[in-house]
C-alpha cells in the first residue's frame, strides 16, 4: 500500500497487470472491512480494504488480497451479490461479471475449496 501525498488520502495497490474495472461491495459483508473487486485481461482479485477513517488502528489502508479467479477473457463490469458474507462459516463470495462475449459468469466461492463459476446465459 503506498499513500499518494500529492492527492490528498488517494491509496494505491500494486497490481501485476492492466486493471479494466473495479467495483465495492455496497452490501455489508459481515467483518467490518470494504470488500473490493478488479477486474484485468483474464482474472477477477477480490481483497478487503480497511481505512483509517473506519478503524482507528489502520494507519492510511490496509489491502488484502483473499483470492484471485481465472476469467478467461477481458473484464468489462463486476456486480456484488449481497448474499456474500465474510462472517458466515464457511463465508461465502458471490458475484458476476460481464465481458465482450456477451456472457454472464457467476463465481461463488467458500475462499477455500469451493471455487466455481457458470456462464452462458
Known sequence: MKQD???????TVD???YVHVVKFNPFDSG??????AY??????VVGTCRFQEEDAE????QYKTLRTFHH????DAIAWSPETRLDALPPQL???TAASDRKLRLFTSDLQDKN??????
Do not use: P, Q, T
Not at 39 to 44: A, E, H, I, K, R
Not at 116 to 121: A, V
Open 5 to 11: 501525498f500529492i492527492r490528498n488520502a488517494a491509496y
Open 15 to 17: 497490481c501485476e497487470d
Open 31 to 36: 467483518d467490518g472491512c470494504s470488500l473490493i
Open 39 to 44: 477486474g484485468g485481461n483474464n482474472y477477477v
Open 58 to 61: 489502520v494507519e492510511g489502508m
Open 72 to 75: 478467461g477473457i477481458r473484464v
Open 94 to 96: 458471490r458475484f458476476c
Open 116 to 121: 466455481e463459476y457458470k456462464y452462458g446465459w
